[in-house]
């Protein structure tokens, strides 16, 4: 497995390259800083290392952003089922990014909250949390805690600025991360 993920991150680099012939993106002494859930992270272009993140998936997701980076602001909030093939695609990211959350967190809204601000998470409502992965692109977790009536629920949200870079499984992989953070 690791086999494979450094080589889709050899692959990103050799792309990042090409755009920054290109003049598509702004480096200084061969580095690039960027924030990536609220820290500082740097790029070494030259030794292809990064400084702030160890794992390969949060590498990859960052190489990711880099290569398909758009200027603007899209705001307007949206799930992984307005996505293309989000309906599809659903059952499994609900296995991987929702349920463990729900599972933990079912009838402790106050730690889920507690644990999201100990990640760098920000409250927005009594059950919400906001993540912001890059300046430009954020995910809210809301959880809806089990009562006598209903079971627990989760809604996970994002600034549709994110589908705009990223594709459908690199969101799941996002959702992933902050999953891996919370629990």
Do not use: Q
Not at 19 to 46: H, M, S, W
Not at 74 to 80: A, S
Request: hydrophobic share 40%.
């Amino acid at each position: 497995m690791e086999k494979s993920y450094s080589e889709v991150i050899r692959k990103c680099f050799e792309e990042l390259e090409e755009i920054i012939k290109r003049g598509k993106l702004k480096i200084e002494n061969n580095k690039i800083e960027l924030l990536y859930f609220n820290r500082k992270i740097k790029i070494d272009l030259k030794l292809k290392e990064f400084e702030g993140v160890e794992d390969y998936k949060g590498k990859i997701i960052i190489l990711h952003y880099l290569c398909k980076f758009k200027e603007g602001k899209n705001d307007e909030l949206i799930t992984y089922k307005n996505l293309p093939d989000g309906n599809f695609y659903f059952p499994s990211i609900y296995s991987r990014v929702y349920l463990p959350l729900i599972e933990k967190y079912k009838n402790e809204p106050l730690k889920f909250i507690e644990k999201g601000l100990e990640i760098g998470g920000e409250k927005i409502s009594k059950f919400s949390i906001k993540f912001p992965v890059f300046s430009d692109i954020f995910f809210i977790f809301e959880l809806i805690p089990e009562d006598e009536e209903f079971p627990a629920d989760l809604k996970i949200l994002f600034n549709r600025k994110g589908s705009e870079i990223f594709e459908i499984e690199d969101l799941a992989v996002i959702g992933e991360i902050i999953v891996s953070k919370m629990v």
